[in-house]
């Protein structure tokens, strides 16, 4: 049976999905198939926001429909026969889930103990426990862009005591207590008062308001001033509004009231304080803006047109025929919402839950016990958990391709690493700025211009002196990304380097054959891929380096491999690939792999393994044992490595579109330090795996020189 939660309020707008967001990641770390149950839906006829949201995250293969119980409606007219179906179509999800976040309704804006009341019977009846969740801003307040006033501790205390008191008088059990959308400046006696009416034994935790998380889109605010885009990167709609600013006085007014993130309204006849806006945001001196909202229906001068043209800003102008006032109204009013589309809104509420709550005393509350099932929801849990836990900086020499900001973003929000980027630093910052992204802790470093230039440019004259290299010629390759980057790895300015977004994958390797080197008794650089397939992660090897390996590297490649594949988790049972197993075949290729394996047991004759051996043998535990009777590997091996770069390229590429699997990776292992290569075609999520393996084998290699 599932194991599971049910997260309740008794009213509206407490941040529940932000909430249910950080649950289901939690649970994820042990559970392979995390699911999502909503009992009561607004409608039958329009799709639930919220279950729409946690289903993009969630690993159970369920549907849509069967992961809903009754709509509101039904509930209020027939109860009984609403709890009925809420019932059955949990238990039929159960069987298909090993843990279940149920997210319980909140559809009105005001506290309705009749609801909460509602959920504590369904949670009762589901037989599972609740994590109340309460509001740390007073239901009904007035709003500015989300915002409500904050309640005193007293009041979250008193409302706690009777949301306990209610879920216990419908015989559900609460096992935690948690203080959402809380005043940052009275956390600890929010915690304290709250504790201070509840028995011992329930956790209380407090989560801060965080304005970015309430805070509307510039497509929300576009939306409720009925504005259309008329200059700027449509691109640039999905920021987050922080604040509102009325530019109805002089230019030299209007400059210092600037607040990054913000929507300028200006009135469309005032041309000037138009552009001083533009380029004060198009400035390094000044904060970027999130958009200008024109109002008014007066058309620009084609001067200020032409002069706008020639900036070429990708500011948001957004024009609405409403006046100053209704336009400065609605924009206040506008909600922010929890969506897909904002990639900062999740990466915020995730942080926020992952700083605040203690996961794992939640995990143990719910007694999940983990199997041998390992998914690769779970893989990528435990590689950013102990990516973060490495606390290592990683250099990014490619600072110019959005996609590593993006990923930058997420990486320093989550805590994932320390972040080095390279680049023009006012471009870089400017860029993410536009974005709307969080570089503020990242360093930027500018090669060309780094005080660090000199030094480094010595050093390689140095190391390549023998190959005739000149100071003048140093210093222009140090100009390089690439190689300024690994030089920071290799002098310990940074932990790790990530490349290739734009760069090829030899000219990420190059610097670091030339100086980094291998390690000790390593000749060969090689790659493993990560293959986190639906209950398991195998690695495969070499599939990204080595076109035509000899058996002595292959063998190199093979233990390189194990140790690359008991770093992050996975026992090293190695299969030494061939069209043939045991002594069936021959031929020049076999007898690489027979040489091979013969060489790596002689070199680890600690590890597991079997060669030559074909990939059903090595994989499928019938053929295995058919093939090989009495082997450990065959049927079970977890590290395959692959007789040429051909061979391994196209399988596991099959693997990947074939059997769905997550392909993690190139790792590059057998360097003195970790450098790692990514795809020109890398997505922001294979960028942040990339950083945090990297991250990770930074760690690694610090505690052996520790």
């Given at each position: 049976m599932a194991a599971s939660i049910y997260l309740t309020s008794a009213e509206g707008r407490t941040g529940k999905s932000a909430v249910a967001l950080g649950v289901l990641d939690a649970l994820r770390a042990d559970a392979p198939r995390v699911g999502v149950f909503r009992p009561l839906i607004r409608s039958g006829n329009e799709r639930?926001?919220?279950?729409?949201?946690?289903?993009?995250?969630?690993?159970?293969?369920?549907?849509?429909?069967?992961?809903?119980?009754?709509?509101?409606?039904?509930?209020?007219?027939?109860?009984?026969?609403?709890?009925?179906?809420?019932?059955?179509?949990?238990?039929?999800?159960?069987?298909?889930?090993?843990?279940?976040?149920?997210?319980?309704?909140?559809?009105?804006?005001?506290?309705?103990?009749?609801?909460?009341?509602?959920?504590?019977?369904?949670?009762?009846?589901?037989?599972?426990?609740?994590?109340?969740?309460?509001?740390?801003?007073?239901?009904?307040?007035?709003?500015?862009?989300?915002?409500?006033?904050?309640?005193?501790?007293?009041?979250?205390?008193?409302?706690?005591?009777?949301?306990?008191?209610?879920?216990?008088?419908?015989?559900?059990v609460p096992i935690a207590v948690l203080v959402n959308r809380a005043d940052p400046e009275t956390l600890e006696e929010i915690r304290a008062a709250v504790a201070g009416v509840l028995p011992a034994e329930l956790p209380v935790w407090a989560v801060p308001e965080a304005i970015l998380l309430v805070a509307p889109p510039v497509s929300g605010i576009m939306a409720s001033v009925d504005g259309t885009l008329v200059r700027g990167d449509s691109a640039l709609l999905g920021r987050e509004v922080l604040d509102v600013v009325v530019a109805g006085m002089s230019m030299e007014h209007v400059l210092p009231r600037l607040l990054e993130g913000s929507a300028v309204v200006i009135a469309a006849d005032r041309g000037e304080t138009l552009l001083a806006v533009t380029m004060a945001h198009e400035a390094p001196t000044f904060p970027t803006i999130a958009a200008v909202i024109l109002n008014g229906n007066f058309e620009l001068s084609a001067d200020v047109e032409r002069l706008l043209d020639g900036i070429d800003s990708t500011l948001p102008v957004i024009r609405t025929p409403l006046g100053t006032f209704d336009t400065a109204q609605r924009i206040t009013w506008t909600r922010g919402l929890l969506t897909e589309e904002s990639p900062a809104k999740f990466d915020t509420a995730l942080s926020l839950f992952a700083q605040h709550v203690d996961a794992a005393a939640l995990r143990e509350r719910l007694r999940l016990h983990r199997g041998g099932v390992r998914t690769p929801v779970m893989f990528a849990y435990e590689l950013f958990e102990r990516a973060a836990a490495a606390d290592a900086r990683i250099v990014l020499p490619e600072g110019h391709d959005d996609r590593i900001l993006r990923a930058a973003s997420t990486l320093l929000a989550r805590g994932i690493a320390r972040l080095t980027l390279l680049g023009d630093e006012a471009a870089v910052r400017k860029r993410g700025g536009e974005l709307g992204l969080g570089l503020d802790a990242a360093e930027v470093i500018d090669p060309a211009a780094s005080p660090l230039l000199e030094g480094f440019a010595e050093e390689y004259a140095r190391l390549r002196a023998h190959k005739g290299m000149t100071i003048d010629r140093a210093r222009e390759i140090m100009r390089d990304g690439s190689y300024f980057g690994t030089m920071m790895v290799h002098l310990g300015y940074a932990d790790g380097m990530v490349s290739g977004a734009a760069n090829t994958t030899a000219h990420t390797i190059r610097p670091s054959l030339e100086f980094i080197k291998t390690k000790p008794g390593v000749s060969v650089v090689s790659s493993v891929f990560f293959m986190a397939l639906a209950d398991r992660v195998l690695v495969y090897g070499d599939c990204a380096v080595n076109p035509d390996p000899t058996a002595p590297q292959l063998a190199d490649i093979a233990v390189s491999s194990a140790e690359t594949a008991a770093q992050f988790g996975v026992e090293p049972r190695i299969a030494m690939l061939s069209y043939s197993t045991g002594e069936s075949g021959s031929g020049a290729d076999v007898d690489k792999v027979r040489e091979a394996t013969a060489l790596a047991r002689d070199a680890a004759p600690e590890l597991l393994i079997e060669g030559p051996i074909q990939y059903d043998a090595a994989s499928d535990p019938d053929t295995g044992r058919a093939k090989l009777p009495g082997s450990e590997v065959a049927g079970r091996a977890t590290v395959f490595i692959f007789p040429d770069l051909n061979t391994g390229n196209n399988t596991y590429k099959a693997v990947q579109r074939s059997a769905g699997a997550v392909a993690v990776g190139p790792v590059l292992q057998g360097l003195n330090k970790p450098v790692n290569d990514l795809s020109r075609g890398a997505t922001v999520q294979d960028i942040l795996n990339t950083v945090a393996i990297t991250a990770v084998q930074a760690g690694e290699s610090k505690g052996a020189t520790a």
């Open positions: 639930d926001r919220v279950l729409d949201l946690l289903l993009d995250r969630a690993t159970a293969e369920a549907a849509y429909a069967e992961c809903i119980g009754a709509t509101y409606e039904e509930a209020h007219s027939d109860p009984e026969g609403a709890m009925t179906r809420i019932v059955a179509a949990y238990r039929a999800l159960q069987g298909r889930c090993d843990a279940i976040v149920v997210v319980g309704s909140d559809f009105t804006d005001v506290a309705a103990p009749t609801e909460l009341a509602f959920n504590a019977r369904i949670a009762a009846n589901l037989d599972t426990p609740v994590l109340l969740v309460l509001g740390g801003r007073a239901a009904g307040s007035p709003e500015h862009l989300g915002q409500q006033e904050a309640r005193t501790p007293a009041e979250i205390a008193q409302i706690a005591e009777l949301g306990i008191a209610e879920l216990r008088a419908e015989h559900a």
